[in-house]
C-alpha cells in the first residue's frame, strides 16, 4: 500500500471575524488576522491518497487528481477573498481550519466520480497557511 501525496500553491486573503462576537472579543481572539481589510497567505496544500500499485505501476493517476484540485480547489478559491467570494464562507469564519475541512469535503465529493473504483482512496489534506501555521485533517472525519 502506497500513500501518494501531491502539493499544491494558491493564493487567497481573508479575515478572521465571528459576527456573534463583539469588537473587541474579535480583536482578542484573532489578533492581527481581524484586520478590518482582511490580509493574505500563499497556501500550500497538500493532498494525500492511499492505494496499492495497480497495472500502470502506479497507485495514483496524479493527472486526474491534478484535475480534480484544480475544478474543486484552485478555481473557487485561489486569488479570491474567502469572506466575500467563497459561499462556503458565508457565516463562516474561514479560519485555516475551516478551509481544510472545505477542501476536503469538496475533494471527497467528487472523489468518486474522479476515481470510479475502489482505490486509490482519499487520505486527506494539509494545508500550510505559513510555515510555522500547518493545518491536516483526515477524509474520514469530514462528513
Not at 495514483?60 to 485561489?78: I, M, N, Y
Not at 472523489?111 to 494545508?127: H, N, Q, S
Amino acid at each position: 500500500m502506497f500513500r501518494v501525496t501531491r502539493a499544491y500553491r494558491f493564493a487567497a486573503s481573508h479575515r478572521l471575524h465571528a459576527p456573534q462576537l463583539s469588537a473587541e472579543e474579535n480583536r482578542t481572539l484573532y489578533g492581527k488576522c481581524n484586520n478590518p481589510y482582511g490580509h493574505g497567505h500563499n497556501y500550500v496544500l497538500e493532498v494525500t491518497a492511499r492505494g496499492p500499485v495497480d497495472s500502470s505501476g502506479m497507485a495514483l493517476d496524479t493527472g486526474r487528481l491534478d484535475r480534480l484540485v484544480e475544478q474543486a480547489v484552485l478555481a473557487p478559491f485561489s486569488h479570491r477573498n474567502l469572506n466575500l467570494d467563497v459561499n462556503s464562507f458565508q457565516g463562516r469564519v474561514p479560519t485555516s481550519e475551516n478551509l481544510a475541512v472545505e477542501i476536503c469535503r469538496r475533494l471527497k465529493e467528487n472523489w468518486a466520480v474522479t476515481f470510479p473504483g475502489e482505490w486509490p482512496k482519499l487520505e486527506g489534506v494539509r494545508i500550510a497557511e505559513t510555515a510555522r501555521n500547518i493545518f491536516e485533517v483526515k477524509a474520514h472525519e469530514i462528513e
